[in-house]
């Protein structure tokens, strides 16, 4: 018997077509079988957003004010916003948050909460690990608005909390008095339960849901002034461990409390529940995979 045995140079005409084949196929098959998630735009959809005009906002601003070393109301500014401000128009949904949860990129929520209502017991690290996901997914800029963002997206729904006395310095319990007073009316209308997005409906921008019973952390640090007696600043500390939260009312918490309730209320009465919206700064370089490599 014969046996017919190939040489390499009879073999070399072969093996262009075969390698061109190989590779049609594997072009084939990277078509038909999915990317790993990381190296794959989300397919979620981009949040509803609203875009507030440039203008001017006159507000009581944040800070624990003291007068030689006395407690007062913080001071009316105005501030200035000279581009526009594209915010949220409801807050992080528990279906929103679950997406990146199942991602790993956030962690499980405090709060388990309900389809269609907002995502409670959530930090303040865990709202810059959603805006991180979320910029990654969408090749955009997300970010937790400012404090002075905050309010003016909030419009009317804007609180006050100043107490409004003219402060006495040889009397400060008048301050204590007044201070106790507010924060027992706020203890009184407590509303544990997160409602679904829109119970509180729209303000006059169209933002739905603000001030109701979710406080949304924002960027600012909170911050200690002292102030002479003409109102001018002395010194200012800022204690970026804990961070402001808006809502019915103003607050600050540390950075790591999910729960407000266990006792990590820096200031104020706590929230009822801890949730957030986010603004967008604009389209990040080279969309999802520049951030990849940021």
């Not at 790591?256 to 529940?273: E, L």
């Amino acid at each position: 018997m014969t046996v017919l045995t190939a040489r390499p140079k009879d073999l070399a005409p072969l093996i262009l077509p075969a390698a061109l084949l190989v590779l049609a196929f594997a072009a084939l098959a990277v078509q038909l079988v999915p990317l790993p998630a990381l190296f794959r735009p989300s397919d979620i959809a981009r949040p509803v957003t609203v875009t507030l005009p440039p203008g001017q906002l006159t507000y009581r601003v944040e800070g624990h004010y003291l007068q030689d070393n006395v407690p007062m109301d913080a001071p009316i500014t105005t501030i200035a916003f000279e581009h526009p401000i594209t915010i949220m128009q409801y807050q992080v949904s528990v279906e929103d948050y679950a997406r990146c949860v199942a991602d790993q990129a956030c962690p499980p929520a405090f709060n388990a909460g309900l389809d269609g209502t907002p995502v409670t017991g959530v930090n303040y690290q865990d709202a810059l690990d959603y805006a991180a996901w979320l910029s990654g997914a969408t090749g955009e800029i997300w970010a937790l608005p400012t404090d002075a963002e905050w309010a003016y997206a909030a419009a009317e729904r804007f609180e006050d909390d100043a107490l409004g006395l003219m402060d006495d310095p040889t009397n400060p319990a008048l301050r204590w008095i007044a201070n106790y007073r507010a924060e027992a009316a706020r203890n009184r209308s407590a509303d544990p339960d997160p409602r679904p997005l829109g119970s509180f409906g729209a303000n006059s921008n169209g933002i739905v849901d603000m001030s109701g019973n979710v406080w949304e952390w924002t960027e600012t640090c909170h911050r200690r002034v002292h102030v002479d007696e003409a109102g001018s600043i002395v010194s200012e500390q800022p204690a970026c461990t804990i961070r402001v939260l808006e809502g019915k009312h103003r607050g600050a918490t540390s950075f790591f409390i999910r729960d407000p309730k266990s006792g990590g209320c820096s200031v104020g009465v706590p929230p009822d529940n801890l949730g957030f919206r986010l603004v967008r700064r604009g389209a990040g370089p080279g969309g999802w995979f520049g951030w990849i490599g940021r």
